[in-house]
């Protein structure tokens, strides 16, 4: 069975950086695109990034230039750099697996999703 486990929430200043990790297991890690995604108190789940199996990334026009997302293929995990935090980015950030080597922002093409991390920014 897939298991995903995100690490590296916490409290921070704005301004400041975190770096999320997720860890897979249960299926071959290098043939799936991966991503993350947060929900905010009381709105809904949103896209932030997503790395496709090829390496290539893309990340949500709100976090560009801040957040970059990675992927370690022998260590099976993806990582999430966030840089130049600000308040809006609190959030539990969710880690997600597609069910293909390449996806969308949309939901609907990520089976697989961790228990979330929280992330807290303050002001």
């Known amino acids: 069975q897939v298991q995903l486990v995100e690490s590296g929430g916490g409290l921070v200043q704005a301004g400041g950086s975190l770096t999320l990790s997720c860890a897979a297991s249960?299926?071959?890690?290098?043939?799936?695109?991966m991503g993350w995604f947060r929900q905010a108190p009381g709105k809904e789940r949103e896209f932030v990034a997503r790395?496709?199996?090829?390496?290539?990334?893309y990340v949500a026009d709100s976090v560009k230039g801040r957040f970059t997302i990675s992927r370690d293929n022998v260590k099976n995990t993806v990582t999430l750099q966030m840089n130049s935090l600000k308040a809006e980015d609190t959030a539990v950030y969710f880690c997600?697996?597609?069910?293909?080597?390449?996806?969308?922002?949309?939901?609907?093409?990520?089976?697989?999703w961790g228990q979330g991390t929280q992330v807290t920014v303050s002001s």
């Open positions: 790395i496709n199996r090829s390496g290539g990334t």
């Open positions: 997600a697996m597609a069910g293909f080597g390449a996806a969308t922002p949309l939901f609907r093409d990520y089976r697989y």
């Open positions: 249960g299926r071959t890690f290098s043939s799936y695109a």
